[in-house]
């Protein structure tokens, strides 16, 4: 069965979406996303991903296509059309739609061009959640609005490469001797028993399971503190993760080379693990 994608007001399988060269998503990567975790149908945090992406919109001066209600009936609209994937990882595109190419805004304005399509989620293996992952540093290249999910990824391109080319799971980024986060994921580390997160600044995507983790923490009085992460930290932390929409959490144990503590997922990772997944399934997974 061929999957069901979103454009522009019409549900149609993906072969048959096509969008014209002269998008500004294609010419300039003109646009902004989100990524949304679905598990057995059910959208995970799904006005706080909304809530993102009108936030994205808006910095980048795009008229919100959709209001909140017409957002999430395309949602369950399209998470149903594609039911014969499991769990699923749907991605949303808004750029600033078709024009003759010049950097500045078309004026007048044209209608902005809406993609909504799912792929299967594949989260971490209890494998890869027993062993860890190895991860590098690098410098953070990009640019000085993180904090905006552009689609223009070219310096997340780069540096997630960077990362396969070694054989690794993630780039973690160093901004002027401090974490900023990784190439698509937040990070945390964690310093005789307090869980360390670099705050929300231009510097860093403000990740949505980057909050769950943080309200986990609070919740269950696991000791946490939002403050800036210099290198030095990181290199002598007790525990690294990573967070993402479909990585979930996940423990990093090798940094350049070098064994994170024991070079084991740590008993803090273990603990934040077991309420995510708690907490996931206790609001997502249908009650029998
Ligand atoms: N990436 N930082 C960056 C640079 C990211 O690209 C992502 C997510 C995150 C984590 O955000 P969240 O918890 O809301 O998924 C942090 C998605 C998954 C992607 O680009 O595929």
């Known amino acids: 069965m061929s999957d069901t994608v979103y454009l522009n ?22 646009g902004v996303y989100e990524v949304i975790p679905v598990y057995s149908a059910q959208p995970f945090r799904l006005d706080e991903h909304l809530g993102r992406l009108a936030l994205s919109l808006e910095a980048i001066r795009i008229h919100n296509p959709l209001d909140m209600e017409a957002w999430r009936n395309v949602v369950i609209k399209l998470i149903n059309a594609n039911r014969h994937l499991d769990d699923q990882s749907l991605y949303i595109q808004v750029t600033r739609g078709v024009a003759p190419r010049d950097q500045a805004f078309p004026n007048p304005e044209v209608a902005p061009t809406v993609l909504l399509m799912s792929m299967p989620l594949v989260t971490p293996s209890p494998a890869l959640i027993e062993s860890g992952v190895s991860a590098i540093t690098a410098l953070d290249i990009r640019w000085q609005r993180c904090n905006i999910k552009a689609i223009s990824l070219l310096a997340n391109v780069l540096l997630r490469q960077e990362a396969v080319d070694h054989d690794v799971a993630e780039t973690l980024m160093l901004r002027d001797g ?47 503190r939002i403050a800036p992460v210099s290198e030095a930290q990181l290199r002598s932390a007790d525990e690294i993760w990573l967070t993402s929409s479909t990585k979930e959490v996940l423990a990093v144990v090798m940094l350049d080379g070098v064994a994170v503590n024991d070079g084991k997922p740590g008993p803090i990772f273990k603990r934040m693990y077991a309420l995510y997944q708690a907490f996931k399934n206790q609001v997502m997974r249908p009650k029998r």
Do not use: C
């Open 178 to 224: 401090y974490l900023t986060e990784g190439s698509s994921s937040n990070i945390f580390v964690v310093k005789d028993g307090v869980l360390l997160a670099p705050p929300k600044n231009q510097h860093m995507l403000p990740g949505i399971t980057y909050d769950v983790v943080l309200e986990l923490a609070q919740a269950h009085d696991l000791p946490h």
């Open 9 to 30: 007001g019409s549900f149609l399988p993906l072969e048959q979406a096509t969008i014209p060269v002269l998008d500004r998503g294609f010419i300039f990567g003109d």
